[in-house]
């Protein structure tokens, strides 16, 4: 079974700085990969996936994300932050192998942008 | 048009009572998934529907958790004799294409105390 970490729980950076928002996962096989993020008392909502193809995603509002096959990594960009991106990033692999596709996720991270 | 919706979206409860949370989601969205997300966690996984069948119940953690699915539509997760540990945020998400990748489409939650 698939495990998803993301090392850091809270990230505060201030306006206009970047960030990287870092994800890892145990198995190296076919896998499908997601950035979700929830905004105070919303829902998640997708910011970008990786199925296939280049290894470079770009998602909504600015935010990137690279997937690292010899590395099981897919972390999450944007070179200049909003106030506005303060809010919860969840990174969730689904296995490629014909399963089931659920998704696992990680902990969060609480992206904390600081005027 | 109208995302997922889940209701209530506050529910206060005793131990011991039994407590139902509904779901509508996305209409077309054939796949509906249940998660629960306790303070600080990440998302856990309860169940999942194809249509109104539910082909993977394993993240159920006890037997005093049911979920059903009338109509390819409204889903109910129906919690018995609820106990404290139950107290989280219980999230809905729905999928156009079972079976694959797709982007999951979340609504806002219930938020489940226990007192």
């Known amino acids: 079974a698939q495990s998803v970490t993301q090392l850091d729980s809270q990230v505060p950076v201030f306006e206009e700085a970047p960030v990287e928002l870092r994800c890892n996962y145990s198995?190296?096989?076919?896998?499908?990969l997601f950035w979700y993020v929830q905004y105070p008392n919303q829902g998640l909502q997708l910011l970008l996936k990786?199925?296939?193809?280049?290894?470079l995603v770009k998602g909504i509002n600015g935010f990137e994300a690279e997937f690292n096959k010899s590395q099981t990594s897919f972390h999450l960009r944007k070179p200049s932050v909003h106030i506005s991106d303060t809010a919860e990033y969840f990174c969730?692999?689904?296995?490629?192998?014909?399963?089931?596709?659920?998704?696992?996720f990680g902990r969060g991270t609480s992206l904390i942008v600081h005027p | 048009g109208a995302g997922v919706s889940q209701s209530p979206s506050n529910k206060v409860t005793e131990k011991g009572k039994d407590v139902e949370l509904r779901c509508d989601p996305i209409s077309g969205h054939t796949a509906l998934y249940w998660y629960r997300q306790r303070l600080g966690q990440g998302l856990e996984f309860l169940i999942y529907?194809?249509?109104?069948?539910?082909?993977?119940k394993s993240g159920l953690p006890s037997d005093r958790f049911s979920a059903e699915r009338t109509g390819e539509s409204v889903s109910t997760l129906t919690i018995q004799r609820t106990q404290q540990e139950d107290s989280a945020v219980y999230l809905c998400?729905?999928?156009?294409?079972?079976?694959?990748?797709?982007?999951?489409?979340f609504g806002p939650g219930t938020r489940l105390t226990v007192l």
């Open positions: 969730a692999v689904s296995d490629g192998g014909g399963g089931s596709y659920i998704p696992t």
């Open positions: 990786y199925l296939s193809g280049s290894t």
């Open positions: 998400a729905s999928s156009f294409a079972p079976g694959g990748p797709d982007t999951q489409y």
């Open positions: 198995s190296s096989v076919s896998v499908y």
């Open positions: 529907f194809q249509g109104n069948s539910a082909p993977d």
